[in-house]
């Protein structure tokens, strides 16, 4: 049976094509794996630093915010009691990238990525981060998205909401579209969510059988679908190992956008990215747990907290010797310092920060200061979301609404943040260690008190009264060695006796 010779010819070159088509993949991978290999070499070599030690606080401290893990509670309630205004560096948190040209500061907290370490003092900079569950992470991102959104529902179109942003920001106020990653998650289901108001409108009654937030299509983008958008992918999945490794699309690194999308294309080469993240989070000062709330908060504030707060009292040490000095000068400046305040003003907050500066904080008060803080942060915080979620009503989040998501969508979160779920792990282990090592300390330093303690007692006795109470210590124990002996003996003549 012949062939029809045009089939054949098709078939010849199908297979051609099927050829060319595996060995452009083949060189495509070889490329990619090249990419990502350099780039992990050139991290680690970047990153030996064996002199430096990590326990100890440098004179810079960077906070590399991970979103939706918290870290607003302890900018807000533990950085912003124990650094001044004026020791913050400039535009942390209000743009995207941090002006690297006015470097006298001692505090940057940012959503920036890793790669910002290029442009800081390496050697004289300490970072901490906060890790939290990759699920519970992808799911808060998801209910923000949708929370900051709904806010501008309370205009009429989706033209009037984008004006009014621009105005806002023309004013130099700082909005959360300034902010990485918000600046592209927010605007993208803004523009969602008026659709989906727009569509209602013109179907006129809508009625919602289903109560489950995650999945009301009428009202927003379902959760499931959510996760599979080319956003979702390039910004949310693995999210804490790129902003740990710096290769976010905010990262400051020219390669970081290839090597990034080699590895969401490739699954097998991300193990050399999170090898890089677990050592970046090995270097760190600090390493919290979103979900180990209590006990993060505690080894901040013994790790962290307490070098800040010796920091304190060394600097005003040298202050007041200075002050003794030259007290023609005080005057001067205490003059000035009223006319600036009175310019300036002061707040609450203002004067929790000059406890901390004065050098009467200690971590005790630091803790009760952060336990208040909190407390009103977050029902200042929950406030505002149950206000601007009630324009998409009945949709709402709580912690109950979250064992409504399906546990297949728990597992697609899992597959997607594959990355994540090893870092979370790994940064478990840190936070045991650590937490461990702090105990320990207390424990040793408790004990080191106890016998200073009893020393002091003993050394402020006269000689008569410390012999007199050695005698009696002596005499209360030749008793009770006889009361054994006595007891013994009895045992034993009730024995024979039997």
Same mark, same amino acid.
Not at 341 to 368: D, W
Not at 397 to 407: A, D, M, S
């Given at each position: 049976?012949?062939?029809?010779?045009?089939?054949?010819?098709?078939?010849?070159?199908?297979?051609?094509?099927?050829?060319?088509?595996?060995?452009?993949?083949?060189?495509?991978?070889?490329?990619?794996?090249?990419?990502?290999?350099?780039?992990?070499?050139?991290?680690?070599?970047?990153?030996?630093?064996?002199?430096?030690?990590?326990?100890?606080?440098?004179?810079?401290?960077?906070?590399?915010?991970?979103?939706?893990?918290?870290?607003?509670?302890?900018?807000?309630?533990?950085?912003?009691?124990?650094?001044?205004?004026?020791?913050?560096?400039?535009?942390?948190?209000?743009?995207?990238?941090?002006?690297?040209?006015?470097?006298?500061?001692?505090?940057?907290?940012?959503?920036?990525?890793?790669?910002?370490?290029?442009?800081?003092?390496?050697?004289?900079?300490?970072?901490?981060?906060?890790?939290?569950?990759?699920?519970?992470?992808?799911?808060?991102?998801?209910?923000?998205?949708?929370?900051?959104?709904?806010?501008?529902?309370?205009?009429?179109?989706?033209?009037?909401?984008?004006?009014?942003?621009?105005?806002?920001?023309?004013?130099?106020?700082?909005?959360?579209?300034?902010?990485?990653?918000?600046?592209?998650?927010?605007?993208?289901?803004?523009?969602?969510?008026?659709?989906?108001?727009?569509?209602?409108?013109?179907?006129?009654?809508?009625?919602?059988?289903?109560?489950?937030?995650?999945?009301?299509?009428?009202?927003?983008?379902?959760?499931?679908?959510?996760?599979?958008?080319?956003?979702?992918?390039?910004?949310?999945?693995?999210?804490?190992?790129?902003?740990?490794?710096?290769?976010?699309?905010?990262?400051?690194?020219?390669?970081?956008?290839?090597?990034?999308?080699?590895?969401?294309?490739?699954?097998?080469? +991300?193990?050399?990215?999170?090898?890089?993240?677990?050592?970046?989070?090995?270097?760190?000062?600090?390493?919290?747990?979103?979900?180990?709330?209590?006990?993060?908060?505690?080894?901040?504030?013994?790790?962290?907290?307490?070098?800040?707060?010796?920091?304190?009292?060394?600097?005003?040490?040298?202050?007041?010797?200075?002050?003794?000095?030259?007290?023609?000068?005080?005057?001067?400046?205490?003059?000035?310092?009223?006319?600036?305040?009175?310019?300036? +003003?002061?707040?609450?907050?203002?004067?929790?920060?000059?406890?901390?500066?004065? +050098?009467?904080?200690?971590?005790?008060?630091?803790?009760?200061?952060?336990?208040?803080?909190?407390?009103?942060?977050?029902?200042?915080?929950?406030?505002?979301?149950?206000?601007?979620?009630?324009?998409?009503?009945?949709?709402?989040?709580?912690?109950?609404?979250?064992?409504?998501?399906?546990?297949?969508?728990?597992?697609?979160?899992?597959?997607?943040?594959?990355?994540?779920?090893?870092?979370?792990?790994?940064?478990?282990?840190?936070?045991?260690?650590?937490?461990?090592?702090?105990?320990?300390?207390?424990?040793?330093?408790?004990?080191?008190?106890?016998?200073?303690?009893?020393?002091?007692?003993? +050394?402020?006795?006269?000689?008569?009264?410390?012999?007199?109470?050695?005698?009696?210590?002596?005499?209360?124990?030749?008793?009770?060695?006889?009361?054994?002996?006595?007891?013994?003996?009895?045992?034993?003549?009730?024995?024979?006796?039997?």
């Amino acid at each position: 049976m012949h062939m029809n010779p045009i089939l054949k010819l098709a078939l010849v070159w199908l297979t051609l094509l099927g050829s060319v088509i595996v060995s452009f993949a083949e060189l495509e991978f070889g490329h990619c794996e090249r990419v990502v290999k350099r780039w992990a070499d050139t991290s680690t070599s970047r990153e030996e630093h064996p002199n430096k030690d990590k326990r100890s606080l440098q004179d810079l401290l960077f906070f590399l915010h991970v979103p939706r893990t918290g870290g607003r509670t302890y900018f807000h309630c533990f950085l912003r009691k124990l650094y001044d205004n004026a020791q913050e560096c400039p535009r942390s948190y209000d743009k995207l990238h941090f002006d690297p040209r006015k470097q006298k500061c001692k505090l940057l907290a940012t959503h920036d990525d890793y790669s910002l370490m290029s442009k800081l003092p390496r050697e004289r900079t300490s970072v901490m981060t906060i890790v939290r569950d990759p699920v519970a992470r992808v799911l808060s991102t998801y209910e923000f998205s949708v929370e900051v959104a709904a806010r501008f529902l309370v205009h009429p179109n989706l033209t009037s909401a984008t004006r009014m942003s621009g105005r806002i920001r023309k004013n130099n106020v700082i909005s959360t579209l300034d902010i990485w990653p918000w600046k592209y998650l927010v605007p993208w289901m803004r523009e969602d969510l008026f659709a989906r108001r727009d569509a209602r409108k013109l179907k006129g009654v809508v009625i919602i059988e289903d109560d489950n937030p995650y999945d009301m299509e009428e009202m927003l983008m379902p959760l499931h679908k959510y996760l599979d958008t080319p956003t979702a992918h390039d910004i949310i999945h693995n999210g804490a190992t790129f902003q740990i490794a710096g290769l976010t699309n905010n990262s400051h690194l020219s390669e970081a956008h290839e090597v990034r999308h080699c590895v969401q294309k490739y699954k097998n080469l +991300g193990e050399p990215v999170l090898q890089v993240a677990k050592r970046r989070l090995d270097s760190m000062l600090y390493v919290g747990l979103t979900e180990e709330h209590r006990e993060s908060a505690s080894l901040f504030a013994n790790v962290v907290g307490s070098q800040v707060l010796s920091q304190v009292v060394t600097s005003n040490a040298t202050a007041k010797t200075k002050t003794t000095k030259s007290e023609a000068s005080v005057t001067v400046s205490e003059s000035g310092s009223d006319k600036s305040e009175i310019q300036n +003003g002061t707040s609450e907050v203002a004067s929790n920060k000059i406890e901390a500066k004065s +050098g009467n904080m200690t971590v005790k008060t630091l803790m009760e200061v952060y336990e208040g803080c909190i407390g009103h942060l977050r029902k200042s915080q929950g406030t505002r979301r149950v206000n601007s979620l009630k324009r998409i009503s009945p949709a709402n989040f709580t912690r109950g609404t979250r064992t409504r998501v399906p546990n297949e969508v728990i597992q697609q979160i899992k597959s997607l943040n594959n990355l994540d779920v090893e870092l979370y792990k790994y940064a478990k282990e840190i936070f045991a260690k650590e937490h461990e090592l702090v105990v320990s300390k207390k424990m040793v330093s408790t004990s080191k008190r106890s016998i200073v303690d009893l020393q002091n007692v003993f +050394g402020e006795m006269e000689g008569e009264k410390l012999w007199k109470l050695v005698s009696v210590a002596l005499m209360l124990l030749l008793l009770f060695l006889l009361f054994l002996f006595v007891n013994a003996r009895r045992r034993i003549t009730s024995k024979v006796k039997i």
